[in-house]
């Protein structure tokens, strides 16, 4: 998680990967990773007018999921990649001028403290790098009472759902990678990506060693997607 080379490797994969982004999430997904990023910004229950952060924007599924939910939101959709921001923006341009797109690290965010309501990650935390800045980053911009709210691929606890996330990771998807997306490579990254993140046990003791309290925990999809919300005191 530390590796100064992960930055720029990320950057780069998800530049190749751009054009196929949304419909290699909605295979590997089983359709699924739509219906989680609602559940996740229904059970963060921001205030009405709130403004949020989508860090790790992607595409910007949560930033338009976010702006359906509440048009009078105001959201900063954040990614490291400046291909997926130009991907997002397109697919982005009808559903509202509330919000604005930026490209940066999450190590290093340019903005005020205390200055979000909410901030979201939804499947983005694993790519970067240092995570222990990271979310030094987005306590200090979060105000007090405002939610983090974390969605992300999780290794599974349970014997049998291990068995169904080794056999998934290593053999179902790098073959989509490389049919769908021909990039192979990209798709072999996502196993250790997840085995070297936070297991969903690890994940809430850390929201707690942050000072985060309220932290909700909800496992999804046989264990391989946690969904993580906690508040700041």
Known sequence: MRSPGK???????FARIAPRYDLMNRIMSLGMDLRWRRVAVRKAGLPAGSTVLDLGAG?????????EHDPGYYVVSFDICPE??????????????????????????PFS???????????????????????????????????IVILDMTQPDHWFYKKIFNFHFKYIV?????????????????????????????????????????????KIMFQIVTLCIGTKN
């Open 7 to 13: 930055t720029p490797f990320v950057r780069e994969m």
């Open 59 to 67: 595409s910007g599924d949560v930033s338009r999921i976010l702006l």
């Open 84 to 109: 997926l921001i130009a991907y997002g923006r397109h697919k982005f341009e009808a559903v509202s001028e509330c919000s604005r797109w930026m490209a940066g690290d999450g190590r290093f965010l």
């Open 113 to 147: 403290a205390e200055c979000f309501n909410g901030v979201f990650a939804a499947f983005s935390l694993r790519n970067m790098a240092d995570l222990s800045q990271v979310f030094d980053e987005i306590k200090r911009v979060l105000r007090r009472g405002g939610k």
């Open 174 to 218: 790098p073959r989509l990678g490389k049919w769908l997306a021909s990039d192979p490579e990209a798709y072999l990254y996502l196993m250790p990506s997840i085995k070297n993140f936070y297991k969903a046990n690890e994940l809430k003791e850390k929201l707690s060693e942050l000072g985060f309290s309220k932290i909700q925990i909800k």
